[in-house]
């Protein structure tokens, strides 16, 4: 990549942040209640925030990506007054910022893997999402088709990485014991002592 193309990245990066605080506010107020719920047993509770959750990400996200696709030759200009910088930032708004509603639910199943006692899990998944999902295919779209390569690559990731996220959730909530109306197993509460015998 050329100087041109490391700045609209860099751009692209700082649109990444502003568009995804509604996700990244989630996944700091998601937590807690599930916790809560988790301590509590009560799986019926964990699936309907869960679908909720996913609901609002997929919803606001895909919207606001949407929106910004389509006014990205004026988000473009107000960012930079170069305009082959301008040409470079619209591909990845046009690509990146409706995929971002699939990155969102990779952050949201991420996020509620630790809450409720699959860290190693969550673990894997952002480590899947970075090396297995996005990198490689950012270098196979660099080497198919350059700049708009990157940026379909990109995009394409971030989609794999979502549906991966949603694939594990489903696996791990369709268990026996964590479907809604199932108490958690004595075993599974944490932090509950056991009385001797």
């Known amino acids: ?16 942040t502003v568009s995804l605080m509604v996700i990244l506010a989630m996944t700091m107020s998601l937590p807690p209640w599930l916790g809560r719920c988790y301590g509590a047993g009560d799986w019926g509770q964990i699936h309907r925030l869960m679908r909720l959750a996913l609901k609002v990400a997929l919803v606001w996200q895909l919207g606001l990506g949407i929106a ?8 473009a200009a107000a960012l930079t007054s170069e305009k082959a910088v301008q040409d470079a ?9 409706p995929s971002y509603a ?7 199943v991420v996020s509620a893997g630790n ?3 699959w860290p190693l899990r969550s673990m894997l998944l952002s480590a899947a999402r ?14 198919l088709g350059g700049w708009l390569g990157i940026a ?10 979502g549906l991966v996220a949603w694939r594990v959730l489903v696996s791990i909530l369709s268990s026996p014991k964590r479907k809604p109306g199932k108490d958690l197993p004595e075993e599974d509460h944490p932090g509950e002592a056991r009385s001797p015998g």
């Open 1 to 16: 990549m050329g100087e041109t193309h490391v700045a609209a990245w860099g751009l692209a990066s700082r649109l990444e």
């Open 68 to 75: 910004l696709a389509l006014l990205a030759p004026w988000v």
């Open 89 to 97: 930032l619209i591909l990845l708004i046009r690509f990146l910022l």
């Open 102 to 108: 699939a990155l969102g639910i990779c952050m949201l």
């Open 115 to 117: 809450a409720l006692g």
């Open 130 to 143: 970075l090396f297995i999902c996005y990198l490689p295919c950012i270098w196979l779209g660099s080497v």
């Open 152 to 161: 379909m690559g990109a995009a394409v990731g971030n989609v794999l990485a």
